[in-house]
Each structure stands twice: as C-alpha cells, then as structure tokens.
C-alpha cells in the first residue's frame, strides 16, 4: 500500500455537522442560518456579469481592502493600512494555516487557552508543533488567569492564540487580561494572534476589545477576521489578516501557495457586506439572543454544569453526569435520535444559537428524551 504522510494519523476527516442531514435536527451548527441582505447577493452576481473572473490581487482587490480598513476604524477602533497591513485570505481557516507555517518550527509551542477551536491542534501539528492548553472551565465561565498563563510559557513557545469571543466556549476576554498577556509577549518578542471573527456577537455587558485600537504599531500582534460568521458568508470563503507591514508580507506567499488570492466574486459581495450599515444584523441577533435564552434554562433545568455565553453563538456544557465521553454522546444523539450536537472534548458538548426558535426546541426535546 502507498505509504502515506504520518500526519495522516492526526488529521482525520470528523463527522461535519455544518451541513443539515434530511431527518436530522442540527442544534449545534457553526453556520449562522441567515443571510445577508439581498445587495450583497447581488454585488456578487453583478461581478460575475461583468465577467470578474479572474484571479484578483494575491493580496486581495484595493477595494475590498479599503472597505476593511475603514471597518477597522469605525467598528474597531484603529487604523490599517490598506496597502500594507491587510492581508484578505479564502476565510479565517486557510489564515490560520498561512500563519502558523510563516511562523512554526519542528517542536515549537503553541499556548491556546482550552477548551479551543480545534483546527488550532491540528495545524499546530502539521507544522511540527505542540499545543500547550491552559486549562478552563465553567466553574470560571471557561476564562483563565494571567498566572497560569504564565505557566504555560517556555523558552519554545512562540505563538499565543486567544479566540475573543470564544469558539467553542462564548467566552469573551476581559480588555485588562488581554492586555496583561500581551505585555508579558512583548517583553519576550513572542507573536499574540488575535482570532476576533466572532466579534459581532456579544451578550449582556459585555465588550469585544480589539488589541490594536491601543496598539497602532501592530508590533507582536496578529489579527484574524471574517465575512463568514458576522455576515452569514460562510460559503463565500472570505478572511482578513491585519497586521504590521513586514508580518503581512512574511505571511502572504504562504497564502498564496495555498490559494494564490481569494475567490473573486465573494471579494466583490464582502466590499458590499462591509459598506452596509449593520442594521439588518440586529434583526437576526433577536432570533440569536432568544435561542441563548432558551439553551441557559434548558440546561438549568437538566442542572448541566455550562459556562454562561458572554459572546459567539455556541455553549459549552459539561456532560459528565451521562458517564460516558462527550464524544459518545455526540455519537448515540446521532444515530440514536437524528440529534447533531458536537463534542468538545472528553467532557463538554457545544449546542448552537443558530436555529429558528421551533426547532431548538423539538431538538432540546429529543435531547431530554436521550437524558431520560
Ligand atoms: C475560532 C474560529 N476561527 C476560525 C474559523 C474558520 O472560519 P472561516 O469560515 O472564516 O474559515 C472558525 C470556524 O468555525 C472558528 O470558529
């Protein structure tokens, strides 16, 4: 048999519960279930009208840049140079993977606060390199503290990941503990990568803080942006790495070696999505809000240990009372009652806001019959 890559033992294809299965209730889906405004629709069938069908900038059209960086300056607070410190990439993913080779070496750490989006793992891994978690849970509402972080710093690490607002946990970093961890890396000149994508989802008091609205420099820091979550663009495959001139040039060949630019219509549709006021997104978060409502009593009720969503869409809750690993539940809710609700890790499920209202609640029903 042909002899394949080692990483072939790490990554592995997971059951993709992005996509709804006929018969099947999704209640814990990373796509949002709405779509932007019908303008945006249209600014991509219109580029393809014009025939737009080339290959565009590597670095994304002057446009699109442009309508990013002002973005950047009127939602989070800081300038960017769109020439030089924008990078526009086929989606948060492909920006991770471009980074992480730009930066990684055999043996490298990489320090991710957990429970983490675990695409982080397995690209660490393809580059030779060792996550190193720092530890949470809900009895802290899954945030950690500067002094364990502290811990997890080695002389081999040299990257940090903190996802603000928190794919899988909701969680959403206070601006002084931010700040405190990026002031520690600086003093070691270790890089801070910044993954905001879900940066327009916020509950109660809670603010998204971006680091670069205090550091203009973009020194140590490198931030990662979306059109798909905060857009309802998921499909379009459009991303944004911001950071100063001389990282984004380190990082843009290793892009380009992977896509050599993003598609071109969905750049075209993204300079739509990001010229619109946000009006129209504050009628889906209604919908978003009330299906967090409805997560936090259910769970209540079940008395399922969870961390309280301060931001994102997801809920990160503890499991362990079934008695089996979370992923075997995951598992038996699938095949047992067509219920798709993802596994964290050993201990936690994460359940969805991303459901009209009717069918969260048949699928929380399905998932108190598993219960039972
Ligand atoms: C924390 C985090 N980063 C990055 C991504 C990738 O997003 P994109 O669709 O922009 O590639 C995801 C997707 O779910 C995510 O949750």
Do not use: L
């Given at each position: 048999m042909t002899k394949l890559s080692s990483r072939t033992e790490f990554v592995k294809p997971t059951f993709q519960t992005s996509v709804n299965l006929d018969g099947y209730i999704n209640i814990g889906s990373g796509t949002p279930n709405f779509s932007p405004p019908e303008s945006v629709i249209q600014a991509f069938k219109e580029s393809i009208d014009r025939r737009q069908l080339s290959y565009t900038s590597w670095s994304g059209l002057n446009t699109l840049k442009e309508a990013i960086s002002r973005k950047l300056l009127k939602e989070n607070k800081f300038l960017a140079d769109?020439?030089?410190?924008i990078l526009v990439t086929s989606g948060a993913q492909p920006a991770i993977f471009a980074i992480f080779l730009s930066i990684l070496d055999e043996g490298d750490e990489v320090i991710i606060p957990a429970p983490y989006y675990s695409t982080y793992e397995e690209i660490a891994k393809i580059c030779g390199a060792k996550v190193i978690p720092i530890k949470t849970d809900t009895s802290s509402n899954f945030t950690f503290i500067f002094e364990d972080f502290e811990k997890a710093l080695?002389?081999?690490?040299?990257l940090v990941v903190l996802v603000s607002?928190?794919?899988?946990?909701?969680t959403v970093l206070l601006k002084g503990l931010i700040d405190k961890v990026y002031d520690k890396l600086k003093s070691l000149d270790i890089i801070l990568i910044t993954?905001?994508?879900?940066?327009h989802y916020i509950y109660d008091d809670h603010k998204h803080y971006s680091l670069m609205s205090e550091?203009?420099?973009?020194?140590?820091i490198i931030s990662i942006y979306s059109l798909s979550k905060g857009y309802g663009l998921t499909g379009i495959r459009v991303g944004y790495i911001v950071s100063n001139k001389n990282t984004i040039a380190t990082i843009a060949p290793f892009h380009h070696a992977m896509n050599i630019c993003a598609p071109v219509n969905a750049q075209y549709a993204s300079i739509e999505a990001l010229n619109l006021?946000?009006?129209?997104f504050e009628v889906e978060m209604k919908n978003v809000i009330a299906a967090r409502q409805l997560w936090m009593e259910f769970l209540d009720q079940l008395s399922l240990p969870y961390g309280i969503p301060q931001g994102a869409y997801y809920i990160c809750f503890d499991i362990s009372q079934c008695q089996k690993p979370a992923h075997q539940v995951s598992k038996d809710l699938r095949s047992d009652h067509q219920l798709i609700i993802n596994s964290v890790d050993d201990k936690y499920l994460r359940g969805s806001f991303m459901q009209d209202l009717d069918v969260l609640k048949s699928g929380l029903n399905r998932f108190k019959s598993y219960l039972r």
């Open positions: 769109p020439s030089a410190e080695s002389d081999k690490t040299k607002p928190s794919n899988p946990t909701g993954d905001e994508i879900y940066e550091h203009v420099e973009k020194e140590n006021n946000r009006e129209w």
